[in-house]
């Protein structure tokens, strides 16, 4: 990138190469400039950029998500009906008005920003770890290098998730709960002096459900980019003259059909894991099996999918703006040509 003020070299393509008509991951060892503190601060903001920017795109559709999925006795009218978002959206807009269609976002962006960054960044570096040659860049390595990325952002992040859980979760707004509140609150319930435990409730079946879909989400992507990439599809998929940029609309399309493929695998244990992060407020104690058992009672089998034409909708633009944006905000910041 021309005209850059950043010291650190400029990666082609960073930790990728071309090997005849497949594109790959570079396969190498961390060189230098993966191990350089400016490298990965700018690659981690380059990621929590892009997680902001595509958590913004679809907060609403993510707050009747919530509302939904916790079977809120306010929503749970709207949730088996064909146009129930919108009543849904409209049921919020016309009671609490446009800005509850937003409710928790700001704890959310505050969550979501190191969550982006570390997982974009700990995928990466998980890569050139694992995948040290060009003969073990195979499908499972790369869903084991999505799955422990997803993690490790997962476990750094979660009170953040379950704070904007259940700010999500709220509809009473005469005194509505700021992000700071209600978190003091969470840290008190169940009485005595406060556990920090609680601000990881719920994180077992969230971390069951984060490996298949981090892992899922970053492998169908990278699949997808390499298939788009071959030599039959180059010529409508590739920026001319460039044999590695993929167009914009590839680019988005590779990230929609990851999200519906990773929402596809992992909705059910979501489910289960939103039932229990707000546990304390409609039920008590609930355990992943019993919250398990009370979906299946209440609904059936239909119960594990609810909302999961919202999560359709919400993960295709969400999950292609993020690698959208991801890969535009590297070239900004001069991480890539």
């Known amino acids: 990138m021309s005209g850059t003020s950043i010291s650190t070299p400029i ?68 949730s088996t009906r064909w146009d129930g978002l919108i009543q849904a959206a409209r049921h919020i807009r016309t009671s609490y008005g446009i800005p509850a269609l937003f409710k928790g976002h700001s704890a959310s962006l505050v ?36 799955s422990m990325a997803g993690a490790t952002s997962t476990l750094v992040t979660y009170p953040l998730e379950l704070i904007r859980t259940r700010l999500a979760f709220e509809t009473v707004q005469n ?63 590739l920026e001319a003259p460039s044999s590695t940029k993929l167009t914009t609309v590839a680019q988005l399309s590779c990230g929609a059909v990851a999200g ?19 546990g304390s407020v409609v039920y008590t104690k609930p355990g992943i099996l019993k919250t398990a058992q009370g979906i299946f009672l209440e609904r059936g089998v239909r119960g594990f999918y609810v909302g999961l034409t919202i999560g359709y909708v919400k993960m295709a633009p969400m999950v292609a703006t993020s690698f959208y944006v991801y890969d535009r905000m590297k070239r900004f910041l001069g991480l890539i040509e």
């Not at 191990?35 to 559709?61: D, H, Q, S, Y």
Request: proline share 6%; glycine share 8%; charged share 20%.
């Open 260 to 278: 519906i493929v990773a929402q596809t695998v992992s909705y059910p244990i979501d489910i289960i894991r939103r039932r229990i992060q707000v």
């Open 111 to 146: 969550r979501v920003f190191p969550y982006a960054g570390i997982n974009f960044l700990a995928y990466e570096q998980f890569r050139a770890a694992i995948i040290t040659s060009s003969e073990k860049e195979a499908p499972w390595r790369r869903f084991l290098c999505g």
């Open 175 to 237: 005194n509505p709960s700021s992000w700071l509140g209600i978190s003091r609150k969470m840290y008190f319930e169940g009485g005595g002096s406060g556990s920090f435990s609680n601000l990881y409730r719920g994180i077992a079946p969230t971390m069951l459900g984060i490996l298949p879909y981090a892992g899922t989400s970053f492998l169908t992507h990278d699949l997808l980019r390499d298939w788009l990439r071959t030599p039959v599809l180059a010529p409508y998929t």
């Open 11 to 78: 990666a082609k393509d960073p930790s990728t190469k071309t090997e005849g008509s497949r594109h790959v991951y570079r396969t190498s060892k961390p060189n230098e400039d993966s191990r350089n503190l400016n490298f990965v601060l700018r690659n981690g903001l380059a990621g929590g950029v892009a997680g902001c920017a595509a958590k913004t795109i679809v907060a609403p559709l993510e707050r009747i998500r919530i509302l939904f999925q916790t079977s809120h006795s306010h929503f749970v009218q709207y």
